[in-house]
């Protein structure tokens, strides 16, 4: 059974900075990969970033230089720090979890940014 849990969401104002973490438990392979992902209503959920094993990143475009994903692998947790934030940052923040082509998430954490 594997269970991923997000914490670190609040209410800030833009400019403002945020972290959120991540914490998996379980069976869970030694390499994996995790992201956050966002979502607002009437959209789609989103890439945010992703980290490997291996410390390999991704970010969407919209967030270079404002975000950053960390991880400790033998915590099985991940962060987002979130720096600049702005009002269309303002989403559920989801964590996922992915290996052998499984995919767990987390129930979601709310982020509000205030203009």
């Known amino acids: 059974q594997v269970q991923v849990e997000e914490s670190g969401g609040g209410l800030v104002q833009a400019g403002g900075s945020l972290r959120l973490s991540c914490v998996a438990s379980g069976s869970i392979l030694s390499f994996n990969v995790m992201g956050w992902y966002r979502q607002v209503p009437g959209k789609e959920r989103e890439l945010v970033a992703s980290?490997?094993?291996?410390?390999?990143?991704n970010y969407v475009d919209s967030v270079k230089g404002r975000f950053t994903i960390s991880r400790e692998n033998g915590k099985n947790t991940v962060y987002l720090q979130m720096n600049s934030l702005r009002p269309e940052d303002t989403a559920v923040y989801y964590c996922k979890l992915r290996f052998t082509l499984k995919d767990y998430w987390g129930q979601g954490t709310q982020v509000t940014v205030s203009s």
């Open positions: 980290i490997t094993t291996y410390g390999s990143t």
